[in-house]
């Protein structure tokens, strides 16, 4: 069972919810969104629609039906958000839909998405765990694949106008098959208020619980790697979240007051066990959510720079993921050279930008990824953390392949490799350059 | 009064303490200790010594005087280390010293150079916070202008040859003054164990205190900055250590239950208040440890790459500063534009690796600093830190300047700045090149 | 006179000429044209256009009266393109325009943009001198203050809708003044073809000249800094580019026989004299040039990327520039310490995309900026080359603060500051992290 | 046959000619010398030597019988750079050599080392195509292949104790083979100047050629790629070399009047054939040179920074490299995506560097490796440049891979990739930030 813990209610994986994001000014928006729906109304056959089976994702469903008088086909994902799926497949055929995909991509995301990204070490400007960016392609990617099983000409999804995910979703789809439609409805449809979402969802038949009617306080995201909370309510950041908003992990205050301590073993960069139990990538990662967030680890609240242009305050869970850094960077000191730690560690903000930025499936994160991955060749071993309170702590760490060696750390006799007198001539030279430049600057 | 608090006892700052350092191969060294030694024997007439008053560099001093037979200046600094410095003048004098520096450094310390480097978000490894590493170019800068003070022809250190401490003192000392003679006994004696220490110590008649007489647990640095574990105990790394060794922060299980929350103002990149209260840097650092340290923060254990070649293990405690880079990166999260917010991260890890690596006194910091300041401009405001058993968070940040616009982040009506139906176009020009690359290698 | 020889047709330097730019697709544009204008219509006061006194700026001038109703002032600027520039206000007047700026900015280009890019010694993809890019950001500067002079509400640029200078113009007016209106005629208009382009011409009385009515072979633009050409009989990049198109450099093949010498000084990184004889900025940069183009210097034909996403052929001539280029680095190359040049070079294609892409008024180019700028406090001296038949060759440099130590570099003795000893010890420690991996990873 | 043409007198490739490397201060080094040789006397039992055949390495290796008393023996490659290799058997048969090893490496220098390198564009500050630096791995990787299959345990070579190559030889055996013992007999004895060692050839019945009898004007190597010369008449870099020093390539006023064009076809990043005729890489390599060398191409003067930390003058031919650069960013051009390219021109200088350091057998040159030929994929294609007089211009370039897409780049209808209106949404995202900051700072 993949549990992802302390869970109190989980939002779609592939549309933000939340209600505000409804008033685009409708002055500007009007006649591109007649244009662009106009452009394409007849001329797209079929959709793909990546679809959640919430609130926004059935009306856009209804206005696809509507509005472009198109076959959709809907697809929803299990990324580990920890929502049921079949209620999605009920909804969608009550809506006419005859093609129904429901995919359970636990196991591929964290594997083909989440650990290559682990392996980098990547932390976008410094301190997001990129749980949202990493989602988006492999959704993205499905999709795809969906539609050139069915014969779809148009793809779907329900990210909103004035955030990254509409970028990472379109420019995923469009990488993969570029002669792909794409319909994007926050930024076509005239709906300019939740009071018009809601009326147009009651005209339509499409039910709407009692939780949606009013003002969400903030739109959030999940899959197995994090949850995220954005707008509204988080929108002044000199003000906190309220500690009723996290669902993922106990306060660091509410977690126990006795520490935890676990063994996370690693092969090729990858962790594969826990405390010595070999376990899948989703169940390890579920494991870690459910260790991390016990213990009051990985919430992160932070201003982020947007690559639609402006600054976004976000607040995250990601408990497995923050142990799971913490826990890489520790096998890594042990058993990658410096040499290829410090590349890693140069290149690593450029590849989480290209992760944030949407561009996983682009030709210079493939090459970013092969090496990367070349490091990781030697990184296996066992890193121990103590996780108390909100601190992941790595408390030991081994490997086969350690290039810490005792005898030439320590300031024993080394056997012959480091011979003292060497630093002599070793800092000449390297000062070399230096003096020549006292000199010659002080003389002229 | 600068207290860095739980402090138990505290090494100089300019020898690490410990003795197994004391063994280096004396088959294969003494010939060119003979050789360095005797190469300069009679060629020096008066050296500064960097002198913390301990065992170690009592016994460098007399050494210098029996070896070389030149004239010693002693200069003894205060970083914060936490340690009476009259001490030392006293057993200079008693040792024949006719010139005795002893200098308050700890404003000029913070303000000159942990600020700077606090400006970059500096962190070797992605961890280390270069607490060490920052003070060498320090205290070698003020040993050469006592140089030229006082005529003298060379200088010398305590650092041992196995460490990084060497190559910083050294370079920065020929980046300073190209021609000068650098004394660097450790790799030059032929005293080889703590035995023939405590020896040459008794046969000349220094003192020698009872906790030096047996093996150091580990050698230790100490500065307002920080205070760093490594050697002996600490050799293995899959080894914890033991809480008895902790001096500047009690554990995370140790401090209070109740969180403790602060505002630290920033004016261009550097606190200035806490809590609306001004202070001169040195003073504000010393209250952040005192916080810190409290609040069983800013511990860190770690296996690092020296830039002599060999990985080595430490242990840290930086209270103050732990709590300064959150801080510090919650006010450049809203103050500064994302162009330059990246092309810093970008280049911090580099810029860290030169502070390492002691190249402080180099063309290429300096040219990276000056990057790095022009950043910070406009990086003035303020942040609400929680500080919690180990945990730093931060629950709130504001600034005159700060590019979070509510009106443009949130999902309101942006008055004009941000236009949804922009965002198709921008998708499209970015995914264009991948569409072409698609197209075209799908074609061929 | 800053004369740039070999001219034969120089284009406007605010406008592409050619015509192929005519034929956006109609029927994809006309509603968001039609939206576009109208938005703004009636909506705009002032209008501040680049005017260069051509056909095309001409059709625009006439267009904005009368889609927009609005007061025009039109700024002409002389960037040493190398036209006259008074015949533009009598066509401006003619026009009934009432606020006439033309501008000798020739001074201000080569010392405030030229030389500080040089300074870098930027190229973009390796190979493009960037003259057009560094062009732009000027222009708009001074439309923007004029437009903030005469209480203009907007600005208009006569850019294509597929090129990067569209970007370069408008990313530079916004940072400039973040509230302005921006006018992109190519973007809006309805005139699909030349023939309606000449036919409205015509209709609205002006001028077109004989050349100006077949199909232009390529589009031009120039400065005192290059000329490019680019677009229809240059599309093929399997065929070059007919001799008779070049209008700045005579071809190798037609260069003289005998090779030029000339010594160039430069101070802080930037030229001053030539062979002794000291020049403003603009008239070195024409000196350079026309020596340059005298001999069949500074051609290059390449297939760049644009920031707007697609690849596209130019082709320029740079005479002084490629001139300029190879003496800096010869300059640099005895007077820059390593570790500046180094990460000079290292950051040198970020810089150079920034300008590329147009983000000259960025704070991340003005922070690179600061780091170049400060590695060039030394690079003064003069170097020596040979122009010969297309070839630039160094074949001298010296300087008051030159690196180069004949004592150091030669095999000659050193007096002290190598000695051969110390390679060794550095030797050993530069490969030490490479030997303990080479046990690690084969004992495993 | 490979043909390096226009060669007059041909350096080995494993010692540096020229003589006065021989005069480092013996009263610095004596000991040392002595300490080192004496602590291995008796210690080796047999050193695989890099044997030229030349007199410097023919001194060596009869020095090496004398000093350590170890069986020698010898290896000698062609590397391409023009000498015949059989003399050098029987001169080591004469001086009591069992095991010879000569080996043809040109085909391997090429494909395994020459065209990995070009395929990043590699070029150190700058200018300098490497072609020293790349052939001393391959030296260093049989000499350590030759030590396993004959049981010697150690390797020794001929470059002095002031340059790069000492670096690049004993950094690559120590990385293939940590154990290995190095001999560096220029650091090591105690013959301080060219009359000692025609002395002690004299002595020892090494034959000493009339021309080595005097002092060099300058020291050379050569290879497959490039013939490089330093010190002695070079020092002054004010002073242009004579034109009698070059050897591989006529200078460009000598060349001939008419240029000659050909077609470089690449596959994967690598040349393959030229004017269609399929080569293997060392023919092809050679054929290059050949061309180049007729046309007056590859010659650059520079003046270059020092892994050992001073600055040196260098004067290279790389006639066929000249070519081969060119022609390959030519096919880059129209093949690599802008991601993948600019990553490449981004991280180009620190693989340079890597190379010129002596790190081609380091972990991150070879993960640098794997995402350079990750982008090199589809960099399949053919180039026309031409060659005139010392200039390589490329007149053409295609693929069935090309991104350049005469539908999107040219004014055309684009069928639908490109729409002008996007441009609008692409500048405004992009300026977004920057007006928020002229905005923000503004105000405050």
């Given amino acids: 069972m993949l549990a992802t813990g302390h869970r109190k209610a989980i939002a779609g994986s592939a549309v933000k919810t939340g209600s505000s994001a409804l008033r685009p000014r409708a002055s500007q928006r009007c006649s591109s969104v007649v244009t662009n729906a106009s452009a394409l109304k007849g001329k797209i056959k079929k959709v793909v629609l990546a679809y959640s089976g919430g609130l926004d994702t059935s009306i856009i469903l209804k206005w696809l039906q509507d509005e472009y008088g198109c076959e959709v086909v809907t697809f929803t994902a299990d990324l580990g958000q920890g929502e049921e799926l079949e209620p999605a497949r009920a909804k969608a055929e009550k809506m006419g839909i005859k093609q129904i995909y429901i995919d359970d991509l636990r196991e591929t995301f964290v594997k083909d998405y989440v ?13 997001y765990l990129l749980g949202t960016s990493i989602a988006r392609p492999l959704i993205a990617k499905r999709q795809i694949e969906i539609a050139k099983e069915v014969g779809a000409d148009a793809v779907c999804h329900g990210a909103t106008g004035k955030g990254n995910d509409q970028v990472r979703f379109e420019v995923s ?29 009651e005209t339509n038949g499409i039910p709407v619980p009692a939780s949606k009617r009013g003002e969400a306080p903030y739109s959030m995201d999940a899959n197995l790697l994090h949850i995220s909370y954005e707008g509204n309510a988080l929108e002044d950041p000199w003000v906190a979240p309220s500690e009723s908003m996290f669902t993922r992990s106990v306060s660091p205050e509410q977690a126990p007051d006795k520490p935890t301590e676990i063994e996370i073993e690693f092969e090729k960069g990858n962790p594969v066990a826990i405390d010595g139990v070999k376990m899948s990538p989703a169940t390890l990662l579920a494991k ?21 242009g402006m600054k976004s305050r976000g607040v995250y869970e990601t408990p497995g993921g923050t142990i799971l850094l913490m826990a890489h960077r520790g096998i890594e000191s042990i058993t990658l050279d410096r040499g290829e730690s410090h590349l890693k560690d140069d290149l690593m903000p450029r590849y989480a930008e290209l992760i944030y930025n949407g561009f996983w499936f682009s030709p210079e994160r493939e090459a970013l990824q092969t090496l990367i991955d070349k490091t990781q060749e030697y990184c296996t071993g066992t890193v121990r953390v103590k996780l108390y309170k909100g601190n992941v702590s790595i408390t030991g760490r081994k490997s086969p392949y350690s290039l810490y060696d005792k005898m030439i750390a320590s300031f024993e006799d080394d056997g012959g490799l480091y011979n003292q007198a060497d630093a002599g001539g070793f800092i000449k030279l390297q000062a070399l350059r230096l003096r020549t430049m006292g000199i010659s600057r002080k003389q002229a």
């Fill in 115 to 127: 650990f290559p990204m682990f392996r980098a070490n990547a932390q976008y400007e410094g301190l």
């Fill in 173 to 201: 789809y469009y990488a993969l098959k570029p002669d792909i439609k794409v319909i994007a409805p926050w930024r076509e449809w005239t709906l300019s208020s939740r009071t018009e979402m809601i009326q147009y969802a």
């Fill in 288 to 308: 870690l959510n459910q260790l991390g967030g016990d213990n009051g680890i990985g919430r992160i609240d932070l201003v982020e720079s947007r690559f639609v």
